[in-house]
């Protein structure tokens, strides 16, 4: 898929905004102390894959905007729950299933 100008912009806004939560996270920058405290170099390297589709009239979108929408149940394991929490981001238990 050919990517136009203003979707390259907002994929680079949320590389951007990823970056800047990671950035100020207090509690990884206080982990990272710790172990430069124990004489160790840190090189924190984050991969995301950002994956986008242009949205088309099939069902699921179209019964999505007529307010019939399914709720998704995220899955995730307790390291994940707790890189959410180091990002500050809140994760209902209502919305998740445990893995």
């Given at each position: 898929m050919q990517l136009?100008?203003?979707i390259k912009w907002l994929i680079k806004e949320l590389s951007?905004?990823?970056n800047e939560s990671l950035s100020s996270s207090d509690t990884i920058r206080d982990a990272i102390k710790k172990m430069k405290g124990k004489g160790y170099d840190i090189f924190?390297?984050?991969e995301a894959t950002i994956g986008?589709?242009?949205a088309?009239?099939?069902k699921?979108?179209?019964s999505s905007s007529k307010g019939e929408a399914r709720p998704i149940k995220l899955?995730?394991?307790p390291l994940d729950r707790e890189f959410l929490k180091s990002l500050k981001i809140s994760v209902e238990d209502g919305?998740?299933?445990e893995t």
């Open positions: 136009d100008d203003n951007s905004a990823i924190l390297v984050i986008i589709d242009k088309t009239n099939r699921s979108a179209s899955k995730i394991n919305d998740v299933e």
